[in-house]
């Protein structure tokens, strides 16, 4: 299949297919042909990385327990001999994941990616994000698996007080179960990495925003407008701040820094160089949705639940010094958003 023929079957990422098609030939350029596992492949991000993989030439076996994923998202790539989706569940304890043997590098998306779900639910960020890591760790080892790139996040910062923030910020005194679980992660990765001789990519995201996005504040804001168009519950006093950037960029970015961080365990801020506020996301949606005069009501306080951290936005200047850049801005990305979502279902 050509590259031209796996983007128009995926439903492009990226609004210029020329460049598209630019970037993806530059990756063929680099010649080294993977056998990848992607965990949670069938998710949001984790189904855009495949379709970039796949397009570069890569052999992909994506394992997935489809709780959040969709195999929908795959479907372009069924029939493609480079491609295998195993629905298995990576969070069992002893799981030992067979399809690892061979691979050349995991990326670990797999997990509860919910900031919201440890203050109800404090089991589920241990078991769905720790324990699978720890599974995937061991997976890796048994297998004889040297590369991981996982995807970590912005919260293991907690309430940074410097701003934007740098890989270097310490303490890192995370605020959420989910952020404390994502941290938990880093440690044993890195600690694997220096026992096992293992090499290791670590993403820590701003809000990754785009086409198949399932969860998030966009997602919810279309939810709630479509049900009731005249009026909007915003979770806060919708002057929450965070940077965000769409999932063009973050794929681009995941595989750059896979590209070109040397060390042996490579940690990299992934974002973009600005914020957006919660109540100019609100009137993004609305504008876009078409919708005049909708009432916007604020549940109140400083931020929208408990874990939130309502000012976040990260320094980019290491992923910057290694050569790569965003094409989006926060309102760029919120709003190019917005249009894809509103244009599926
Ligand atoms: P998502 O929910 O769309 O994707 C997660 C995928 O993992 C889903 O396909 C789900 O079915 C799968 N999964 C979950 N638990 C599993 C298990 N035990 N075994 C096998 N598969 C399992 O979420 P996403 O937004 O695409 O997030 C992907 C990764 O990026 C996550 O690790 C998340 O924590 C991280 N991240 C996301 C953001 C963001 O803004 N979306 C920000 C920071 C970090």
Known sequence: MTVAAVINLSGSVFREKAETIKYYNRMRGIGMIMKCVVTGGAGFI???LVDALLAAGHEVTVVDNLSSGKREFLEPHMGDRRFRLVEADLSGEGYVCADFKGADTIFHLAANPDV???????????????????NVLESMRLHGVSRIAFTSTSTVYGEALVVPTPEDYGPLLPISLYGASKLSCEALISSYCHTFGMRAWIYRFANIVGDRGTHGVIFDFIKKLRASPKKLTI???GRQSKSYLHI????EAMLFVV???????????IGSDDRFDVTGIAR????EMGLNGVAFEYTGGDRGWKGDVPFMAL????????????T???????????QQLLKEA
């Not at 779900?117 to 769905?128: E, Y």
């Not at 063009?248 to 794929?251: F, G, R």
């Not at 993004?284 to 504008?287: F, G, N, S």
Request: some cysteine; charged content about 20%; aromatic content about 4%.
């Open 46 to 48: 984790g189904s855009h």
């Open 116 to 134: 919201r779900t440890g203050a109800t639910d404090t089991k589920t960020p241990i078991t769905q994000n720790v324990m699978a890591t720890y």
């Open 235 to 237: 979770l806060g006093d």
């Open 248 to 251: 063009s960029d973050c794929v």
């Open 259 to 269: 590209e070109n961080a040397r060390e042996q365990v490579n940690v990299y801020n």
């Open 284 to 287: 993004v949606v609305a504008e």
């Open 315 to 326: 320094s980019i200047e290491k992923i910057r010094a290694l050569g790569w850049k965003p």
């Open 328 to 338: 989006h801005d926060s309102g760029a990305s919120v709003r190019l958003c917005v």
